[in-house]
């Protein structure tokens, strides 16, 4: 198993530039999401997705754009990429949500992160 | 709403030392946490977690915490610190949505 993969791993934009993050993870997981990492900050959820063809808004959403078209990929575009989008992006996969019971469902599993800079 | 608190950005400690990380969290309801540990240029790593079973909850390296209801913490503690202990810790918390709420981190720094 490879877990969760994360393509690039690094980059560098212009300003105003588009690009998207690709994550895949072959763990048959529900949910996926994506986060940014800025120093002092810790991670900060951008979107996330309970399933394939949903997706949904996290706490920093303005400025990316996601889809979950297959259940092992959720992409992560930024259709005009600006300084302040300079960070650590990082992708995560889970079972999903489940109860006391299946606190197994719960943990999330990490990639290595795609640095990108935006100049 | 759920919230974590991480006093200290960097802790120093020497080899062999006790390690002690803060933790505190905000919620109405018993919560779902976790301790997460970076090692430079790598992704995140689950160390541990809290899901009520236990108020004593043992992890992956020698690493602990303990639950607190009347502190509302979850501190993470470790006898004695090695020099690949070294990274940077962040506690969390589960919302309701099963997303993660990150604290800002802590960077452990292990002097020989």
């Known amino acids: 198993n490879a877990g969760v993969t994360q393509t690039p791993k690094f980059r560098v934009l212009k300003t105003g530039q588009s690009m998207t993050l690709l994550c895949a993870q072959d763990m048959n997981h529900e949910y996926m999401y994506w986060y940014r990492q800025d120093p002092g900050m810790g991670l900060r959820l951008i979107h996330y997705s309970v399933g394939e063809g949903t997706t949904a808004k996290g706490e920093v959403p303005d400025g990316y754009n996601v889809s979950r078209l297959k259940k092992q990929n959720f992409l992560l575009g930024l259709e005009s990429a600006a300084p302040s989008q300079t960070s650590v992006y990082f992708c995560?996969?889970?079972?999903?949500?489940?109860?006391?019971?299946?606190?197994?469902?719960?943990?999330?599993?990490f990639g290595p992160g795609t640095r990108l800079t935006v100049l | 709403a759920q919230s974590v608190t991480q006093l200290g950005s960097h802790v120093s400690v020497s080899e062999g030392a006790l390690v002690l990380l803060r933790c505190n969290y905000s919620?109405?309801?018993?919560?779902?946490l976790f301790w997460y540990v970076q090692y430079p240029n790598q992704g995140l790593q689950l160390l541990l977690k809290?899901?009520?079973?236990?108020?004593l909850v043992k992890g992956i390296n020698g690493f602990e915490a303990e639950f607190k209801k009347s502190e509302t913490s979850f501190h993470l503690t470790k006898p004695s610190a090695h020099m690949s202990d070294a990274a940077e810790y962040f506690c969390a918390a589960l919302t309701g949505a099963n997303n993660l709420f990150f604290g800002t981190g802590t960077r452990l720094t292990v002097i020989p």
């Open positions: 919620s109405s309801v018993p919560p779902y």
């Open positions: 809290y899901t009520s079973a236990a108020t």
């Open positions: 995560a996969s889970s079972y999903g949500a489940g109860s006391r019971l299946k606190s197994s469902y719960n943990e999330q599993f």
